[in-house]
Structures are given as C-alpha cells and as structure tokens.
C-alpha cells in the first residue's frame, strides 16, 4: 500500500515527505508548454504589428495634405485638374493636394505683378470623389453659392452678369462680376464658374485681375482653351 501511494505521489511530483521533485514526465509536460507559449507571443506580437500598420494605412487614406512652391510642381498640379492655356503674366505660385477618405481636392494659383496695390489671381480647383458629389448638390440646392466665398470678404461686388461659355464641348455657366477692392479701391474684375472634369469629377475657375490689367477677349480665350 506504502509503495502504491509512493508511486501516485511520484507520478504526481511529490515525495513521501511532501517534497516536490521534477520527474521525466513533469519535464517533458513544461517543455511542451514553452513552444505553445512563444508561437503565441510572436502570433500577437505580428496581429499588433498588423494593427498599427493597417492605422497608419487608414489615417492616410483618410486625411493628407501636400503643397507645391515650384513653378514645375505648380504646373503639373494644374495638369492634373484640367489642360488650359494661361497667359505668361500669370505666374504659378502654389499648388495643394488634399485626400480625404478616398476624394481629392486639387488647387493650383496663379498670380500677377502688384498693380495698384492689388495682385491678379488665377485659380483652379478640382474635386473628385464624395467632395465632387457633396459640392454638385450643394450647387443643385443654392446656385449662387461660390466656392471662393473667402476672396470676396475684401471685395465689394457691384454687378455680376451671367455668361454661358463653350467648355469640352459643352455650354458652363460662368459669372462676370465687377467690384472694388476694400482697401486699395482698385476696380476688379473677376470670373468665376465650373464644369465637368473628364474623370467624373468637377472642376472650379476663378479668375480676378485690376480693371487695368482685364481684357474680356483673353479671358474667354482662356475658359475656351480648356481641354
């Protein structure tokens, strides 16, 4: 009986005196354990890498920002939202990419010399994506909205004349304004208007010069010559 218990007690590791002992078996049943354990590790240490990498994919895709200073980087954001003919007094000056959860938003500018205080400007903006979408319905809802809301905050409109011009083969709406600068009182002109962009999306013109500088003709050359 004596040595029956004796045997239990081994196979479970313990002496007759209480005492643990490591038997053959207690070691094979802990080394067993040990590769479980660092698979286990390693599985969540590689689900933890996935995660924070997969973040940092999300976040981009949702939300980043690039602006361009060089006259080339300027010119090939403008090829990117439209071909167009500007005239060589209009010099490129920044250039901006933004995405936002997989829509894009584009801008190029362009400006003039200082004429009487105030400098001539030219801007292009592209939409794709859910912000080409959003933008269409809120033209749909309130036609008189501008995109350029902010450069008026220093311009007092005094007229605005509406104009329907050829673009990629088909009638845009475009407004003529005439205003005063608030703080020059310099007289502007300014055209403002857009169109469908090839890729689905939408694209937005806004062009302002001092009433020095401002030729009609060469203006709708220009919205004509967008391709």
Request: with cysteine.
């Amino acid at each position: 009986m004596n040595k029956l218990c004796e045997t239990c007690r081994i196979q479970l590791g313990y002496s007759l005196s209480g005492d643990l002992i490591v038997t053959s078996e207690n070691k094979n049943s802990d080394n067993s354990k040990r590769p479980k354990k660092r698979i286990t590790v390693i599985l969540l240490m590689l689900m933890g890498g996935m995660i924070v990498l997969g973040s940092g994919v999300g976040i981009y895709a949702w939300f980043s920002s690039v602006r361009d200073f060089t006259p080339e980087a300027v010119r090939r954001r403008t090829g990117e939202i439209t071909q167009i003919e500007i005239p060589d007094y209009f010099h490129p000056v920044e250039g901006m990419s933004v995405g936002m959860f997989f829509s894009k938003k584009n801008i190029a500018i362009y400006r003039t010399e200082d004429y009487r205080g105030v400098k001539g400007e030219l801007m292009l903006t592209g939409l794709t994506g859910k912000m080409a979408t959003i933008a269409k319905n809120l033209e749909k809802l309130t036609p008189s909205m501008r995109l350029y809301t902010e450069i008026y905050q220093n311009i007092d409109v005094e007229s605005t004349n509406h104009e329907s011009i050829r673009v990629r083969g088909k009638d845009a709406d475009f407004m003529f304004r005439k205003g005063t600068h608030r703080e020059t009182g310099t007289l502007l002109r300014m055209v403002e208007g857009s169109f469908p962009a090839q890729d689905g999306g939408m694209t937005y013109f806004y062009l302002q010069l001092p009433d020095g500088l401002y030729k009609k003709a060469e203006v709708v050359g220009i919205l004509q010559s967008i391709r």
